[in-house]
């Protein structure tokens, strides 16, 4: 039987963005997670519909916290882009240095949200309304608490041998879900904090 | 690094010839001998198997409870079981056959063949595929480990609240019920990222989207609907257990939550759920067909579009099963529009099938056999469906047997009819051997009279009036006949499994040698050995139509310049599949089965304190790192 070759050879082994499977990997687990996101929402909001008591028991939380959470979230967008351009150009100088800031501000992120949490007026136990503003906080503490881990790790491991060539692709891809992380949060800060003040 | 070292470490496949290449890819792509590398092994055809293996046993168990659940019935006034085991037989036999049968088989296969049909040497994140089927194996063993130990959910497949919670059912049954849920349900959203991944990203050359065999493009939808339905149970069951365990009130009416919320969440899922357990029996029906048709399945852009329709509509119907819960009429009224929309994508897909059929040259196998058992009962099922899906009828026979008859006709016959025949058809191409003929056919004849007069009745039995859930029945309502049949059906239709059963083993033994590609089939899974070498293929395809095996005639094209000694595989583009990068694909690694193992312990710990999460997130977090952190330096590379 005759028989051609196409010769890969000479591909590289690894690449940047949505050329590589890691990429296609985080976009589908955004996706996943989006929907839970959402269809949390979409509980909050049936009940709000729903239940007549709804304005008497949906308590205005304080905005002290969540808009010093709002601030640093946003701010934390720029090193992030940074991070995926210097990962990008393989620059390990500026990779190194972007990931102990991102590394900070999670850190400082995860501060704040605990603070959140205690200064709560209302407990998940008291009604729906306390139960759903628990659930939708934590659900997205929860992505916080991961990435920032999974940021911690990845600082440590490009100060070690192992930091070159495909865990540039690794940065890049921590930096994309991290987009997913402070775009995910503006719709549940609007519901949570804005919508009962209406 | 020595230069013999060296130069062995960069072998391509160009260099070596035939043999030689394939005995050092199978080395490079193998697994380990002993406890750790069972556990290790990230080949995903050995996980694939094991996914099969695991959802037959709890096919098994399932039948098993239905059967005991049909004795009960077989006469009236019958003490066969009490009323309390007989709530935990119905609630272990739908969750056995919804969340630890019918959505894993569908995964079982998926991560099997698609890597095989699309031309690649293994899944997309292999570890993951590992470790997805590890939470599953544990979910399902917390669940009957539960039952074996006296911690039964009694509340019905679908948990509905108020009965599920705290003060009307006290007890762990229906915190196992959930957390199960948890375990099964991330495995299977790690199967689909890994399925979606695998179909978008490692094609092989040449394999663009209008190349996509039918059965992967089935998948695809297939994956996408679980990703975008399993959140909501995922959820929902959260939620139920946080009610039980912390006291949450989502639920709960007096401190503004609602009941109907449950049902809502549970079925944004549930209904999507009824296509996610659909969608591979169609997939098989289509490779099916078009097989033993020996033609192309007419309408290939129409059945592709018919799948992303059914996706989207799937998504549009959940409301009609609460058609009784007191609806404003402009809701009822549009899902009852949707559910008789979804009937136009399906038929479209019959049509086509039934097109390919007419045109081909049928050959009557034990699988074409089935499809053809699958045509009729699920039709059967789906014009009880459009009469359910009108509001005046669902409210007269709700709750009663009609729709378990429905529902039966639908699942069994849109997926395991589909699935004998899956069996039949690949069984050659996983063990090397034929299955009998012979035993496949009365097989056939003992699964499709015993379905048909266990489940047919019961329309019967709905329209007279007969409710589901209820252990006994009077004998005054003359009920006890039809019941008694239905009985009887069922035992034939039991039988039917055993049969296969025996066929399966006595042929894995002695069954006739299969070859590469004993049907004559035209997808990449035929185009290498029986049972297939750890590496898949030897030599990557190249694609050149739709149906590579029966178009490349004389000339075949091939992938050059891998290297040997690593994994390396194939990375294309998203459309196209022109390659791209090589990508080096994961080695086993024990990681995955520690963090399962962690995983299920915390899950299983947080039934009874919510610190077992507190305590168990770090060790999940450690053995993730364990995992993921690269063990050499080319690792990088």
Same mark, same amino acid.
């Given at each position: 039987?005759?028989? /051609?070759?196409i010769?890969?050879s000479g591909?590289?082994? &690894?690449?940047f963005?949505?050329?590589?499977t890691?990429?296609?990997?985080?976009f589908?687990?955004?996706?996943?997670?989006?929907?839970?996101?959402a269809?949390?929402?979409?509980?909050?909001?049936?009940?709000?519909?729903t239940n007549?008591? +709804?304005?008497?028991?949906?308590?205005?939380?304080?905005?002290?916290?969540?808009?010093?959470?709002?601030?640093?979230?946003?701010i934390?967008?720029?090193?992030?882009?940074?991070i995926?351009?210097?990962?990008t150009?393989?620059?390990?100088?500026?990779?190194?240095l972007?990931?102990?800031?991102?590394?900070?501000?999670?850190?400082?992120?995860?501060?704040?949200?605990?603070?959140?949490?205690s200064?709560? =007026?209302?407990? +998940?136990?008291?009604?729906? &309304?306390?139960?759903?503003v628990?659930?939708?906080?934590?659900?997205?503490?929860?992505?916080?608490?991961?990435?920032?881990?999974?940021?911690?790790?990845?600082?440590? %491991?490009?100060?070690?041998?192992?930091? !070159?060539?495909?865990?540039?692709?690794?940065?890049?891809d921590?930096?994309?879900?991290?987009?997913f992380?402070? %775009?995910?949060?503006?719709p549940?800060?609007?519901?949570? &904090?804005?919508?009962?003040r209406? | 690094?020595?230069?013999a070292?060296?130069?062995?470490?960069?072998?391509?496949?160009? $260099?070596?010839g035939?043999?030689?290449?394939?005995?050092?890819l199978?080395k490079?792509?193998?697994?380990a001998?002993g406890?750790?590398?069972?556990?290790? !092994?990230?080949?995903?055809k050995?996980?694939?198997i094991?996914? #099969?293996?695991?959802?037959?046993?709890?096919?098994?168990?399932?039948?098993i409870?239905?059967?005991?659940?049909?004795l009960?019935?077989?006469?009236?006034d019958?003490?066969?079981?009490?009323?309390?085991?007989?709530?935990?037989?119905?609630?272990?036999?739908?969750?056995?056959?919804?969340?630890?049968f019918?959505?894993?088989?569908?995964?079982?296969?998926?991560?099997? %063949?698609?890597?095989l049909?699309v031309g690649?040497?293994?899944i997309a994140?292999?570890? %993951?595929?590992?470790? /997805?089927?590890?939470?599953?194996?544990?979910g399902?063993?917390?669940?009957?480990?539960?039952?074996?130990?006296?911690i039964?959910?009694?509340?019905?497949w679908?948990?509905?609240?108020?009965?599920?919670?705290?003060?009307f059912?006290?007890?762990?049954?229906?915190?196992?019920?959930?957390?199960?849920?948890?375990?099964?349900?991330?495995?299977?959203?790690?199967?689909?990222?890994?399925?979606v991944?695998?179909?978008l990203?490692?094609?092989a050359?040449?394999?663009?989207?209008?190349?996509i065999?039918?059965?992967? +493009?089935?998948l695809l939808?297939? /994956?996408?609907?679980?990703i975008?339905?399993?959140? #909501?149970?995922?959820?929902?069951?959260?939620?139920?257990?946080?009610e039980?365990?912390?006291?949450?009130?989502f639920?709960?009416? $007096?401190?503004?939550?609602?009941?109907?919320l449950?049902?809502?969440?549970?079925?944004?899922?549930?209904?999507?759920?009824?296509?996610?357990?659909?969608?591979?029996g169609?997939?098989?029906?289509?490779?099916?067909?078009?097989?033993?048709s020996?033609?192309p399945?007419?309408?290939?852009l129409?059945?592709?579009l018919?799948?992303i329709?059914?996706?989207?509509?799937?998504?549009?119907?959940?409301?009609?099963?609460?058609?009784?819960?007191?609806?404003?009429?402009?809701?009822a009224?549009? *899902?009852?529009?949707?559910s008789?929309?979804?009937?136009?994508?399906?038929?479209?897909?019959?049509?086509?099938?039934?097109?390919?059929?007419?045109?081909?040259?049928?050959?009557?196998? !034990?699988?074409?056999?089935?499809v053809?058992?699958?045509?009729?009962?699920?039709?059967?099922?789906?014009?009880?469906?459009?009469?359910?899906a009108?509001?005046?009828?669902d409210?007269?026979?709700?709750?009663?047997y009609?729709?378990?008859?429905?529902?039966?006709?639908?699942?069994?016959?849109?997926?395991?009819?589909?699935?004998?025949?899956?069996?039949?058809?690949?069984?050659?191409?996983?063990t090397?051997?034929?299955?009998?003929?012979?035993?496949?056919?009365?097989?056939?004849?003992l699964a499709?009279?015993?379905?048909?007069?266990?489940?047919?009745?019961?329309?019967?039995?709905?329209?007279?009036?007969m409710?589901?859930?209820?252990?006994?029945?009077?004998a005054?309502?003359?009920w006890?006949?039809l019941n008694?049949?239905?009985?009887?059906?069922?035992?034939?239709?039991?039988?039917?499994?055993?049969?296969m059963? &025996?066929?399966m083993?006595? /042929?894995?033994?002695?069954?006739?040698l299969?070859?590469?590609?004993?049907?004559?089939? $035209?997808?990449?899974?035929? #185009?290498?050995?029986?049972?297939?070498?750890?590496?898949n293929?030897?030599?990557?395809?190249?694609?050149?139509?739709?149906?590579?095996?029966?178009?490349?005639?004389?000339?075949?094209?091939?992938?050059?310049?891998?290297?040997?000694?690593?994994?390396?595989?194939?990375?294309?583009?998203?459309?196209?599949?022109?390659? $791209?990068?090589?990508?080096?694909?994961?080695?086993?690694s024990?990681? =995955? *089965?520690?963090?399962?193992?962690?995983?299920?312990?915390?899950?299983?710990g947080?039934i009874?304190?919510?610190?077992?999460?507190t305590?168990?997130?770090?060790?999940?977090?450690?053995?993730?790192?364990? +995992?993921?952190?690269?063990?050499?330096?080319?690792?990088?590379?």
């Open positions: 039987m005759a028989r /051609s070759v010769d890969v591909l590289p082994t &690894y690449a963005g949505s050329r590589v890691p990429w296609w990997g985080t589908s687990f955004c996706l996943l997670e989006g929907t839970g996101f269809l949390g929402i979409g509980g909050y909001l049936y009940l709000a519909v007549k008591d +709804w304005p008497k028991d949906a308590v205005p939380l304080s905005l002290l916290w969540s808009a010093l959470f709002t601030l640093v979230l946003v934390s967008a720029l090193p992030n882009f940074l995926k351009r210097a990962a150009r393989e620059s390990l100088r500026s990779v190194r972007l990931l102990l800031i991102m590394s900070a501000v999670g850190l400082v992120l995860i501060g704040l949200r605990i603070m959140e949490f200064a709560l =007026p209302v407990r +998940w136990s008291d009604n729906a &309304y306390g139960s759903f628990w659930l939708l906080l934590g659900l997205h503490g929860v992505h916080v608490l991961t990435d920032v881990a999974d940021t911690l790790v990845l600082t440590v %491991l490009m100060f070690t041998r192992h930091g !070159t060539g495909k865990r540039f692709s690794d940065a890049e921590n930096a994309f879900y991290w987009y992380v402070v %775009l995910s949060w503006f549940l800060y609007a519901v949570l &904090y804005w919508l009962p209406f | 690094m020595s230069p070292v060296e130069e062995r470490h960069e072998t391509r496949d160009t $260099d070596l035939d043999e030689e290449l394939r005995v050092r199978s490079t792509w193998g697994s001998r406890l750790i590398g069972i556990l290790s !092994t990230v080949d995903h050995i996980i694939g094991r996914y #099969a293996v695991t959802a037959f046993v709890f096919l098994l168990a399932g039948g409870m239905a059967i005991i659940m049909r009960q019935l077989a006469r009236p019958s003490h066969l079981v009490d009323a309390e085991l007989y709530n935990q037989l119905f609630t272990m036999h739908g969750t056995t056959m919804m969340f630890l019918g959505v894993p088989v569908g995964e079982a296969f998926a991560v099997y %063949l698609v890597p049909m690649t040497r293994n994140f292999p570890r %993951l595929n590992a470790f /997805s089927y590890y939470v599953y194996l544990f399902g063993l917390m669940l009957w480990g539960g039952f074996a130990l006296s039964r959910p009694d509340v019905g679908f948990s509905y609240v108020p009965l599920a919670n705290l003060n059912t006290p007890g762990k049954g229906p915190d196992y019920w959930a957390q199960m849920i948890t375990f099964t349900e991330v495995a299977a959203l790690a199967v689909s990222v890994e399925i991944v695998t179909v990203k490692q094609r050359p040449g394999m663009t989207l209008d190349r065999p039918l059965f992967v +493009w089935t939808v297939h /994956s996408f609907i679980i975008f339905a399993m959140p #909501a149970i995922m959820l929902a069951s959260s939620m139920l257990i946080m039980r365990l912390v006291g949450t009130q639920f709960n009416p $007096d401190a503004g939550g609602d009941p109907l449950w049902q809502h969440l549970f079925w944004f899922f549930g209904h999507p759920e009824v296509y996610i357990i659909f969608l591979p169609t997939a098989f029906v289509s490779a099916i067909v078009a097989t033993f020996r033609r399945v007419f309408g290939y129409p059945m592709v018919s799948l329709a059914i996706g989207f509509l799937s998504f549009g119907l959940w409301v009609h099963h609460m058609f009784v819960t007191g609806l404003p009429e402009i809701g009224a549009f *899902f009852t529009a949707s008789m929309a979804i009937a136009i994508p399906n038929g479209v897909q019959i049509f086509c099938w039934i097109a390919t059929l007419w045109d081909g040259k049928p050959v009557l196998k !034990t699988p074409l056999i089935f053809l058992g699958f045509f009729f009962i699920f039709v059967a099922g789906g014009l009880s469906g459009v009469m359910l009108s509001v005046p009828i409210t007269q026979v709700h709750d009663t009609f729709v378990v008859a429905h529902f039966h006709y639908v699942l069994i016959g849109g997926t395991v009819f589909p699935l004998v025949a899956a069996v039949y058809y690949w069984f050659p191409k996983v090397g051997r034929l299955m009998d003929e012979r035993l496949g056919k009365w097989q056939f004849f499709f009279t015993g379905f048909n007069i266990t489940f047919f009745p019961m329309h019967l039995l709905g329209l007279h009036g409710p589901r859930r209820v252990y006994t029945y009077p005054e309502t003359g006890g006949g008694l049949l239905a009985s009887a059906g069922a035992l034939l239709f039991f039988a039917s499994f055993l049969l059963l &025996y066929n083993i006595a /042929s894995a033994r002695s069954g006739a299969a070859g590469d590609n004993p049907w004559g089939a $035209d997808t990449l899974e035929w #185009a290498t050995s029986s049972p297939p070498q750890p590496q293929f030897d030599r990557i395809p190249c694609v050149t139509s739709g149906s590579p095996l029966w178009d490349q005639g004389d000339h075949k094209a091939v992938v050059g310049g891998l290297k040997v000694d690593e994994r390396e595989l194939v990375v294309t583009s998203l459309t196209e599949a022109r390659p $791209d990068i090589r990508e080096e694909s994961p080695a086993p024990i990681w =995955p *089965f520690l963090a399962a193992f962690a995983t299920a312990a915390a899950f299983i947080s009874y304190t919510p610190w077992a999460v305590w168990g997130s770090p060790v999940v977090a450690i053995l993730l790192v364990a +995992w993921f952190w690269p063990k050499t330096i080319e690792e990088n590379v």
